[in-house]
C-alpha cells in the first residue's frame, strides 16, 4: 500500500540554484545548513505521499467557496506614509538595494 | 538563402478599474511615488488579497472579443522571482487555469485578412517601477503600480515583419479601448509589448531559437526593434553562429538592443496555486450578460463605415482608431446625415484643434447637436469655410451656439453678384499694378487679388462666385 520512503538527495549544486533564485549567498557553513533543512522539508512532503490519493480530487483550498469578490471601490483605510520608514525611505520612494539588468 | 521572420506578441494591458485587483488602493497615473499603497498591495506579512469584480468583467469582454474559450474555472497561481518591484516575493499570476485560450485577432496585410492566433490570456497584477541610478548606491521604488490589475494577451508566433506585429498591436489596441477595459497609453505603461523573434530558412518548419525584446515605448519603436533583432538574427546564423535565447533591452536612442540575461526557466518562478485566493466560477449566465453588453467592434465599425456610410477606407480607418471619434461621429451624423461632411470635419479641424491644444479628441468640448449644425450650415452653403472654422473656435472656446453666432456677428455667406462686383471692384482699384501684371500674363496675381476682394466682405464671399466674377473681370479690359 504506502510507498517506500525515498532517500532525499540534494547536491550541491541544487543549493546553489535555489540560493540563486532566493538571491542569498550561503558560507559553506550555511550550506551545510541549508542541506540538512531542505532535506527535513523533503521528508516531511514524501510523508504527505504515503497515503493513496489515486482516487482523490485534489483540493486546492481548505474551503470549497468560491467568487469572492469585491465591489471596484477605492477604500484606503491606511495611510501610505506610515508603511515607509524614514530609514529606507528618500524623496517618497523605497531605498533598495542596487539592481542593474 | 531567404529567411522568414517569426514573431509572436506578448501584449501586458493595464484594466482601467478604479480600485487595484486585490485592494482598494486608487489607480491613478502619475501620483507622487508610494502614496497609492496598502499592506496589501506592497506585501505587508498577513494581508489579504481580495479580487475586485470588475478585473474578470473586463477580462471576459477582452476574453470574447478574441474569440477565446473561457474557462469556466479559473484561479490563481503564486510566480515567485526575487526583484525590488515586487514587494512579496511573488507575483499572482495564473499559470494553471487562465481565463481565456484559443482565440484570434484578424489583421490586415498586403495579402488580404489573416488571423493571428491568440494562444493564451490571463490576469496577473502590475509590478512597481524601479529606478536607477547610475550614480546612487541604491535603487529607488515606487510601489504605486503594485496590484494594477494586468491582463497579459499571449499571441501565437503568427506573425512575420515588423509591419504584421505593427498592424495586430494597432488592432488589438483599437479592440481594448472601445470595448472600455483600458487607455492603451503605451507612453504611460498602460499597454506594453514584449516581443519574441526568431528567424528560419524559407520552408523551414522548425522554429529557431528566440529572443525576447522589451522596453519598446511606442510602436514605432517596436517595429524597428523587430527588424533590427531579425537582421541581427540572420546575421548572426549566416556567419555561422548560433542564437542564445535571452532577454534582450530595446535602446531606443542608439536604436539598438542589448542582451539582459539568459531567461530563468519556468520552473524556475515555481509557479502554486495562491492560498489566499478562491476559484471563480465563470456560469454561461455571467458569459451571456458580458457579451450582451458588448459594443459594436471596431472591425464591424469599419466595415459598416464603408459598405453604409459610403467613406473611404481612410476615412473609416482614422475614425475607428478611437472611440471619441466614431462616438462623436456617429452622434453628429444621426443628427444632420452627410456622413462625408462629419467625417471631413472631424478629420480636418477637429483632430488640427486637438493637436494644437495637445488635447485628446474627447477634450473639445463641443456636442454632437452643435457640431451637426456647423456642418450644416457649412454645407448648405450658407457660410464659407473660413468662416466655419472661426465659428467652430469660438464654440471651443465660449461654447458658441453656430447659428446664433453666425446671425448675431452676420457672417452668413454673401452670394449676392452687386455685393460681390463691388468688392472685386474695389479690390482692383486699389491694386492697380496687380491688375497690369495679371494681364501681362503673371497670373499668380489672381490669388492675391481674390484674397483682397475677400477681404472687403470679411471673407464671407462665396468663394466660386466670387473666384468666377474676378476671372472674368480681369480678362475684360476696361
Ligand atoms: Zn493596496
Keep these: 500500500m504506502n510507498k517506500p520512503l525515498p532517500q532525499p538527495l540534494i547536491d550541491p549544486k541544487q543549493i546553489s540554484r535555489v540560493a540563486h533564485l532566493a538571491r542569498l549567498n550561503p558560507d559553506e557553513a550555511e550550506r551545510v545548513l541549508l542541506r540538512q533543512e531542505l532535506e527535513r522539508i523533503l521528508r516531511s512532503f514524501d510523508r504527505l505521499e504515503w497515503p493513496d490519493t489515486r482516487n482523490t480530487e485534489p483540493i486546492y483550498h481548505p474551503h470549497p467557496d468560491t467568487n469572492r469578490l469585491r465591489p471596484d471601490e ?21 531605498m533598495a538595494p542596487k539592481t542593474m539588468e | 538563402m531567404t529567411w522568414d521572420t517569426i ?21 491613478l497615473f502619475g501620483r507622487p511615488p508610494n502614496t497609492q499603497c496598502c499592506p496589501v498591495c506592497s506585501g505587508f506579512p498577513g494581508a489579504l488579497p481580495v479580487l475586485n469584480q470588475q478585473v474578470i468583467e473586463y477580462a471576459l469582454r477582452v476574453c470574447l472579443a478574441t474569440d477565446c ?103 488589438l489596441r483599437r479592440l481594448l479601448l472601445f470595448i472600455g477595459v483600458s487607455d492603451c497609453r503605451m507612453e504611460e505603461g498602460s499597454l506594453r509589448a514584449d516581443v519574441n523573434v526568431s528567424v528560419r530558412p524559407t520552408g523551414s518548419k522548425v522554429l529557431g531559437t528566440r529572443t525576447e525584446l522589451k522596453n519598446m515605448s511606442s510602436m514605432k519603436a517596436m517595429a524597428l526593434a523587430i527588424a533590427y533583432e531579425s537582421r541581427r538574427q540572420i ?59 458588448l459594443p459594436e467592434l471596431p472591425d464591424a465599425k469599419y466595415q459598416r463605415y464603408l459598405t453604409t456610410l459610403d467613406l473611404t477606407a481612410y476615412e473609416a480607418s482614422i475614425l475607428t482608431s478611437h472611440p471619441a471619434l466614431a462616438d462623436l461621429f456617429e452622434a453628429t451624423v444621426a443628427i444632420c446625415g452627410r456622413a462625408k461632411d462629419v467625417a471631413g470635419w472631424i478629420m480636418g479641424e ?15 468640448k463641443v456636442t454632437p447637436e452643435k457640431l451637426a449644425r456647423l456642418v450644416r450650415l457649412l454645407a448648405e452653403g450658407d457660410i464659407t469655410r473660413g468662416t466655419a472654422r472661426q465659428v ?43 491688375v497690369a501684371d495679371y494681364r501681362a500674363g503673371k497670373n499668380k496675381v489672381r490669388t492675391f487679388l481674390v484674397g483682397q476682394a475677400m477681404r472687403v466682405l470679411q471673407g464671407k464671399a462665396d468663394p466660386a462666385l466670387l ?5 472674368e473681370k480681369l480678362n475684360t479690359p476696361d
Design chain 2, 392 to 434: 467652430f473656435i469660438q464654440m471651443i472656446d465660449n461654447q458658441a451656439d453656430p447659428d446664433d453666432y453666425v446671425h448675431r456677428h452676420n457672417l452668413r455667406m454673401i452670394r449676392d453678384i452687386k455685393t460681390i462686383d463691388a468688392a472685386i471692384d474695389q479690390a482692383m482699384a486699389a491694386h492697380p499694378r496687380s
Design chain 1, 74 to 94: 477605492v477604500q484606503s483605510p491606511f495611510d501610505p506614509a506610515d508603511l515607509i520608514h524614514e530609514s529606507i525611505g528618500q524623496d517618497g520612494f523605497l
Design chain 2, 350 to 364: 477637429w483632430l488640427q484643434e486637438c493637436n494644437q491644444r495637445a488635447c485628446r479628441p474627447q477634450d473639445l
Design chain 2, 235 to 293: 546575421k548572426i546564423l549566416t556567419e555561422g553562429g548560433r542564437i542564445r535565447q535571452e532577454t534582450r533591452r530595446w535602446d531606443e536612442n542608439e536604436k539598438r538592443s542589448f542582451a539582459l540575461r539568459i531567461k530563468e526557466n519556468v520552473e524556475d518562478y515555481r509557479y502554486f496555486p495562491d492560498p489566499d485566493l478562491m476559484a471563480i466560477r465563470i456560469n454561461d449566465h455571467w458569459i451571456k450578460n458580458t457579451r450582451e453588453l
Design chain 2, 467 to 471: 473666384n468666377r466674377r474676378l476671372l
Design chain 2, 7 to 27: 514573431v509572436g506578441l506578448e501584449v501586458h494591458v493595464e484594466l482601467a478599474t478604479t480600485s487595484k485587483i486585490f485592494c482598494g488602493c486608487p489607480t
Design chain 2, 69 to 171: 474559450t473561457i474557462n469556466s474555472l479559473i484561479r490563481f497561481d503564486r510566480k515567485n522571482y526575487f526583484y525590488p518591484d515586487l514587494p512579496k516575493g511573488y507575483q499572482i499570476s495564473q499559470q494553471h487555469q487562465p481565463i481565456g485560450r484559443g482565440g484570434k485577432l484578424v489583421i490586415t496585410t498586403d495579402n488580404g485578412d489573416k488571423a493571428i492566433g491568440i494562444h493564451e490570456i490571463h490576469i496577473e497584477e502590475d509590478a512597481g517601477k524601479l529606478i536607477h541610478d547610475p550614480q546612487g548606491k541604491h535603487t529607488l521604488v515606487d510601489y504605486n503600480r503594485c496590484g494594477i490589475p494586468l491582463l497579459e494577451i499571449i499571441s501565437r508566433p503568427d506573425l512575420n515583419s515588423a509591419e504584421e506585429a505593427l498592424d495586430y498591436l494597432d488592432k
